[in-house]
């Protein structure tokens, strides 16, 4: 399995906007600058992070972007399920083992499907298991100084 540029960057720049959290929204020019990422490329993943409800906009000349939750309520997880749909390493795993419509008529008798489903639970599990507050208390930077303060979680 491999992550996507779409998902990586989705990552980044929501780790961008984690780090500012509770300063209101933050202009794409800045993130882009910050995360060298383009501003062409972040308005298109920005348009389905909002519409997955992980950020929110905000227009005018003080208007950007900003996350929708709180940093320790937004998971590494739902970032690139938001960006890519749901975790699976074999497309059977897409459907039910028995579904009339399943991706494959052997899934439901398959010895090799559980193996391929425990591994997807494994990796859902550890992207289900890292927020954002994570990633800015472990940034080797540490431009998050004082953050926990705002982060409002109680974690």
């Not at 491999?2 to 984690?18: G, N, P």
């Not at 348009?47 to 709180?70: D, E, I, T």
């Not at 960006?83 to 699976?88: L, N, S, T, V, Y």
């Amino acid at each position: 399995m491999k992550i996507s540029t779409k998902s990586r960057y989705s990552v980044t720049a929501l780790y961008e906007l984690a780090l500012h959290y509770g300063e209101g929204a933050l202009p794409l020019k800045t993130i882009s600058q910050h995360q060298g990422i383009s501003e062409n490329y972040l308005e298109q993943l920005m348009g389905s992070l909002r519409k997955a409800g992980l950020v929110k906009s905000v227009r005018g000349a003080q208007g950007g972007y900003m996350l929708a939750k709180p940093p320790c309520a937004v998971t590494i997880g739902a970032i690139i399920t938001a960006m890519e749909g749901p975790i699976a390493l074999v497309d059977c795993l897409l459907g039910e083992a028995d579904a009339e419509n399943a991706y494959c008529e052997r899934a439901g008798a398959c010895v090799t499907r559980g193996v391929w489903a425990k591994v997807c639970e494994s990796i859902s599990r550890v992207l289900d298991n890292i927020t954002l507050k994570d990633l800015c208390e472990n940034s080797s930077t540490d431009p998050a100084a004082g953050w926990e303060a705002k982060v409002g979680c109680g974690q």
